[in-house]
């Protein structure tokens, strides 16, 4: 059993910073893509953030581009979402996935239980 635990989420003013961390309990999630989804009260799971294994090649939605960084550490098999300049409207539930692809949440096959975070004006 795959497991991804998610961890850093809290309550955050407009215009400040968090780090989110995602640890995988298999060695094996190293050789895989990795990303961040997140979901907002009465909307649907949307595509944050994925990066490749081997090359670690990232990709970001629009509305985070310049202001998150996602990233991991292979040897930890932790996978990180660094969030700066942070908006009310990044308040959302986070989810790390892995072992997918594109922005699609139907195409990634495992899913963490997710950590709140909450950006007050």
């Known amino acids: 059993q795959v497991q991804l635990v998610e961890s850093g989420g809290r309550l955050v003013q407009a215009g400040g910073s968090l780090r989110l961390s995602c640890a995988a309990s298999?060695?094996?999630?190293?050789?895989?893509?990795m990303g961040w989804f997140r979901q907002a009260p009465g909307k649907e799971r949307e595509f944050v953030a994925r990066?490749?294994?081997?090359?670690?090649?990232?990709y970001y939605t629009d509305s985070v581009k310049g202001r998150f960084t996602i990233s991991r550490d292979n040897a930890k098999n932790e996978v990180y979402l660094q969030m700066n300049s942070l908006k009310p409207e990044d308040t959302a539930v986070y989810y790390c996935?892995?072992?997918?692809?594109?922005?699609?949440?139907?195409?990634?096959?495992?899913w963490g239980q997710g950590t709140q975070v909450t950006v007050s004006s």
């Open positions: 996935a892995g072992l997918g692809s594109g922005s699609n949440p139907v195409n990634w096959r495992y």
């Open positions: 298999r060695r094996t999630f190293s050789s895989v893509t």
């Open positions: 990066i490749t294994w081997g090359l670690s090649n990232t």
